[in-house]
């Protein structure tokens, strides 16, 4: 099982133990559906999940990914074969060489609606008509040119966002990426 999002939303709530209640129903939930073990991808930063709630609560790292992305796995079975990312990123990212493509899914209400507005801001503020990629599938998201597969932007084979980012974030990207 791949974990993608754990958030506890209100501060008032954080740090009292609810992120490894919700750990625990996901580790319950794979090993009753036969699971190998439970994976999940950190990084110091915004919208990805704090490393520290997995290392107390038995995960170990199994791979890295540039920038600083880490995978971290708790597998039932010593014996299993750790996840790996796929890598090949450049490569990946050679496809959108031309253009503004952003690359989303629907794992996430924020993730839609930072790629809707940064869209209309690409066509109302910098006359850009840009690609956007909905990822269905697992499938679709290894092919993804960075290891946060579910929400990157693309401008002219750069990747200019590698994780989620808002549309001021956006704006300012922009104004400092030579048009």
Avoid at 3 to 21: A, E, L, M, T, Y
Avoid at 141 to 146: G, H, K, L, S, V
Wanted: glycine content about 6%; some cysteine.
């Amino acid at each position: 099982m791949f974990i993608h999002c754990i958030w506890i939303h209100s501060r008032h709530h954080q740090r009292k133990g609810w992120g490894s209640v919700l750990l625990d129903s996901c580790l319950e939930d794979a090993k009753k559906a036969g699971m190998s073990g439970v994976a999940v991808m950190v990084r110091e930063g915004p919208w990805m999940a704090d490393h520290r709630l997995f290392l107390a609560n038995g995960f170990e790292p199994v791979d890295t990914a540039p920038p600083d992305f880490e995978l971290l796995a708790r597998k039932f079975d010593p014996n299993a074969v750790s996840p790996t990312f796929k890598g090949d990123w450049s490569q990946k990212l050679s496809q959108y060489d031309e253009g503004l493509t952003i690359i989303r899914s629907s794992q996430c209400p924020y993730i839609a609606k930072f790629a809707d507005e940064i869209g209309q801001s690409a066509r109302d503020e910098y006359q850009i008509e840009p690609t956007v990629i909905h990822l269905n599938s697992w499938r679709d998201a290894q092919q993804a040119p960075t290891p946060y597969a579910v929400f990157s932007v693309i401008y002219n084979g750069q990747l200019l966002a590698g994780h989620t980012i808002s549309r001021t974030r956006f704006r300012n990207i922009m104004n400092k990426t030579a048009m």
